[in-house]
């Protein structure tokens, strides 16, 4: 038994780095198509007039990459081209907007476009979750917690609002 030891210490360390090198290769594969398609779109953007899709697959590529200016700048873009959007997909621009808004702490400026998010397509269950947050954010914990309700309307297994309103009514119990 004694002998075996350093075989399966060796054998553990070898399945603990092979692991750890597939998902390092992963991850390098992962960045590297990214980066490509990051690459593609601001070529083509920089030359022609693209379609609302690429405005918005360029913007989330930047949300990602935590540059929200540039993020908002072609979301924007992707609001202002008229190529037949569908108010579903009109309404994911428009979440995605609030949220680069958000991320630099321009509160109603995100409640303006989560509105337009959920008035769009009113079942947009992340639109209303990120709504209920900035609400939150703003101290709004009322409107925060009827935010939170309707998510739970159109999605009853939704558990960050769940959670996220069961809190909030707690903290308006206490503070009433």
Same mark, same amino acid.
């Given at each position: 038994?004694?002998?075996?030891?350093?075989?399966?210490?060796?054998?553990?360390?070898?399945?603990?780095?092979?692991?750890?090198?597939?998902?390092?290769?992963?991850?390098?594969?992962?960045?590297?198509?990214?980066?490509?398609?990051?690459?593609?779109?601001?070529?083509?953007?920089?030359?022609?007039?693209?379609?609302?899709?690429?405005?918005?697959?360029?913007?989330?590529?930047?949300?990602?990459?935590? +540059?929200?200016?540039?993020?908002?700048?072609?979301?924007?873009?992707? +609001?202002?081209?008229?190529?037949?959007?569908?108010?579903?997909?009109?309404? +994911?621009?428009?979440?995605?907007?609030?949220?680069?808004?958000?991320?630099?702490?321009?509160?109603?400026?995100?409640?303006?476009?989560?509105?337009?998010?959920?008035?769009?397509?009113?079942?947009?269950?992340?639109?209303?979750?990120?709504?209920?947050?900035?609400?939150?954010?703003?101290?709004?914990?009322?409107?925060?917690?009827?935010?939170?309700?309707?998510?739970?309307?159109?999605?009853?297994?939704?558990?960050?609002?769940?959670?996220?309103?069961?809190?909030?009514?707690?903290?308006?119990?206490?503070?009433?």
């Amino acid at each position: 038994m004694d002998d075996n030891l350093p075989i399966i210490y060796l054998s553990g360390l070898l399945i603990l780095l092979a692991g750890l090198a597939v998902f390092v290769i992963r991850q390098i594969i992962k960045t590297r198509s990214l980066e490509s398609t990051f690459a593609k779109l601001q070529r083509k953007l920089s030359n022609e007039k693209g379609s609302s899709q690429e405005y918005y697959e360029l913007g989330s590529i930047y949300l990602d990459k935590k +540059l929200y200016i540039q993020s908002v700048g072609l979301f924007q873009k992707a +609001l202002k081209v008229d190529d037949g959007i569908e108010p579903e997909n009109k309404a +994911l621009i428009y979440n995605a907007l609030g949220f680069a808004y958000f991320a630099q702490e321009q509160y109603d400026l995100a409640i303006r476009n989560y509105k337009e998010a959920t008035k769009l397509y009113p079942e947009y269950v992340t639109a209303l979750n990120n709504l209920g947050n900035v609400y939150e954010k703003k101290q709004m914990i009322a409107k925060s917690v009827e935010t939170y309700e309707q998510a739970l309307k159109v999605d009853p297994k939704n558990n960050i609002a769940k959670r996220r309103s069961e809190s909030l009514r707690k903290r308006l119990i206490e503070s009433n």
